[in-house]
């Protein structure tokens, strides 16, 4: 027996108004899921000076702590990307929550490097399962059209929480210590993961509507993983997701620290720093979410690129001239141009998927640009290590490669229309 189908046009208004309600209900939790995701990543980037004195890390050590969570979190995309066509995001996100909140649990009694880079690799495979069942989640309440500016929210958050955790982070740390601070993230993620087991549902569908369908699920539902990667979308994805990733990790662990030591800011004002950078990315990035879904996904992908290499050229310059405080807030609040097509990409590539391979396409690009949060991090503590304690050598590094990024994305990222289009869903 074939199913009834039914839409958002042929459901009745009492209906709309529901899942008008669950949406924003969805959309707050996948909300809170992603700031929590974001703030148990970048919470060591933000005590990094008072974890390095804690446990006597040098700089290549503390650079190699912070990126080596990238390392599990690829490899998490790539176990969870399959795993998404069959798991529900609901419990996609209960199992990468539990285990976040419980390694982060582990992490406030680490004695020694070693520990240290232990849990942050099993943080990181679970939060990947977070990111894709979030994912799944706003693929399941919200249609194509408005996709671009929810994932830029969605986006927006993770930038909230690097925002936080430099806000708070650093005067808790200040206060009682960087272990407490990893006690509170630890608690928050257990919260929020009891939440998700209690009130998420996936789709419409469990609201009662049998059969609704936003208007592209339903097209091959059945193609193998491999399909994929016959598109070259999913290298578009991926290398916007590297010009953004390798920007928020070069800046967000290393930008600091510079002022600190080439600009000779006091130590207390990387709290500013952190939470205006931070501001500013979830500023750029809801603003970026509206522009992609009116001037056009891949022009505002290649637009993020070259911004991202103008970011690194202007930290580059920060870095060998002296410069009075408000011209380094200045930088701090342009930083955010870096991620302004953050929520096109993803956006882009649940056009060019199905709803059946949309989420595992995402976690392929993400291991293609998440290498990035590894490298930038342990390059550029590598060479400043290398280089006695200078950052110019890092900072030119970041540049080079963001200029890379720009030239590839150029090549890749053309509208072709004569492009095989077996992968594209259906308009809604």
């Not at 998490?76 to 929550?97: F, H």
């Not at 963001?402 to 072709?416: K, N, Q, T, Y």
Request: net charge neutral; with cysteine; aromatic share 12%.
């Amino acid at each position: 027996m074939t199913m009834l189908m039914t839409n958002w046009t042929t459901i009745s208004e009492s209906d709309r108004q529901r899942i008008g309600r669950w949406q924003k209900g969805m959309l707050a939790l996948a909300i809170l899921c992603e700031i929590f995701l974001a703030a148990d990543w970048y919470a060591f980037a933000a005590v990094l000076p008072f974890v390095s004195e804690s446990l006597k890390l040098n700089p290549a050590e503390a650079g190699l702590a912070q990126g080596i969570f990238a390392l599990t979190y690829g490899v998490g995309m790539v176990v969870w990307s399959p795993v998404s066509r069959a798991m529900t995001a609901r419990n996609m996100l209960l199992i990468g929550l539990a285990g976040t909140g419980l390694g982060m649990v582990l992490q406030v009694f680490v004695q020694s490097y070693m520990q240290l880079v232990l849990l942050r690799l099993a943080i990181g495979f679970f939060d990947a399962g977070i990111f894709i069942g979030n994912m799944k989640l706003i693929f399941g309440w919200f249609p194509q059209s408005r996709r671009g500016s929810v994932v830029g929210i969605i986006l927006a958050a993770y930038s909230l929480a690097i925002t936080m955790d430099f806000a708070l982070g650093i005067p808790l740390t200040i206060a009682a210590g960087w272990r407490f601070f990893f006690a509170v993230l630890a608690m928050g993620t257990l919260i929020v993961a009891a939440i998700d087991a209690l009130v998420v549902r996936n789709n419409p569908r469990e609201l009662g509507l049998d059969g609704f369908t936003w208007g592209n699920e339903a097209q091959h539902q059945h193609l193998p993983l491999g399909e994929i990667f016959r598109s070259k979308w999913i290298a578009v994805g991926g290398f916007g997701i590297v010009a953004c990733t390798f920007a928020i990790a070069g800046t967000a662990t290393w930008v600091v620290p510079a002022f600190i030591t080439v600009q000779h800011m006091a130590p207390d004002s990387g709290a500013v720093i952190g939470t205006v950078m931070g501001l500013s990315q979830v500023l750029f990035l809801v603003i970026g979410g509206y522009m992609s879904d009116r001037l056009g996904k891949l022009f505002m992908i290649k637009l993020t690129s070259f911004l991202a290499f103008l970011t690194a050229l202007m930290f580059l310059w920060s870095v060998v001239t002296p410069m009075p405080f408000g011209m380094l807030v200045l930088f701090a609040a342009l930083s955010g141009v870096a991620l302004l097509g953050g929520g096109a990409i993803f956006a882009l590539l649940s056009e060019k998927y199905s709803d059946a391979l949309a989420p595992a396409a995402i976690g392929y690009a993400e291991v293609f640009g998440i290498f990035s949060a590894f490298v930038a991090p342990w390059m550029m503590g590598a060479i400043i290590d290398a280089s006695a304690g200078l950052f110019t050598g890092a900072f030119i590094a970041f540049a080079v490669v963001e200029f890379i990024i720009v030239g590839l994305l150029m090549i890749l990222a053309r509208d072709d229309v004569r492009q095989e289009v077996t992968m594209e869903s259906p308009a809604e």
